[in-house]
């Protein structure tokens, strides 16, 4: 019954995570449900060998690693970024967004996910984990088995290159 609590516990604090981070790598909702959908699966086989504290670094790692080899399979080269959309959270009612403001944030967009293509597969992950699961360079460097500094360093090395791209692009001054 103890694993059933932890799993529980798990899937309700972290499952919005799993599924963003999802999302951001595979690119689409119904990839990323089913990724997640999965890797609650692989959570539910491993649940006894999961430490609670570690639950949430087991859960990205899993699920970047999961991600990974579906695009691998696929023959897909790189992963999208999702970003929160600003229009939305700005007017709930997303028919009273200006057409030429909804046009202006999918050119940002674009050039921003392009911008994210570039970088390697650990900036890129790191730089997701980080920005938009909000997670510590902890949590990321157990996600990813790698230490701490690599992480810092990794997030640095993305975001200068990302603000390269973007200057190129005219996108930050």
Not at 7 to 26: H, I, K, Q, T
Not at 57 to 63: L, Q, V, Y
Request: aromatic share 8%; proline share 2%.
């Amino acid at each position: 019954m103890m694993g059933d609590m932890k799993f529980n516990f798990l899937c309700r604090r972290y499952a919005d995570d799993v599924y963003r981070f999802a999302r951001s790598l595979m690119g689409n909702d119904e990839d990323a449900a089913d990724a997640s959908q999965d890797v609650m699966v692989k959570l539910w086989e491993n649940i006894d060998n999961i430490s609670t504290l570690k639950g949430k670094a087991w859960m990205m790692r899993t699920t970047r690693n999961h991600c990974f080899n579906l695009l691998r399979s696929r023959r897909r080269v790189s992963a999208v970024f999702v970003y929160e959309d600003s229009i939305e959270a700005n007017h709930p009612d997303a028919s009273i967004a200006e057409p030429d403001i909804m046009a202006e944030a999918s050119e940002i967009r674009q050039r921003i996910d392009k911008a994210l293509s570039q970088l390697s597969e650990s900036h890129r992950t790191v730089f997701i984990l980080h920005e938009v699961n909000g997670m510590k360079y902890r949590e990321i460097a157990d996600s990813m088995g790698i230490p701490v500094n690599s992480v810092k360093v990794y997030l640095l090395r993305a975001r200068r290159k990302l603000q390269e791209s973007l200057e190129s692009t005219g996108q930050v001054p």
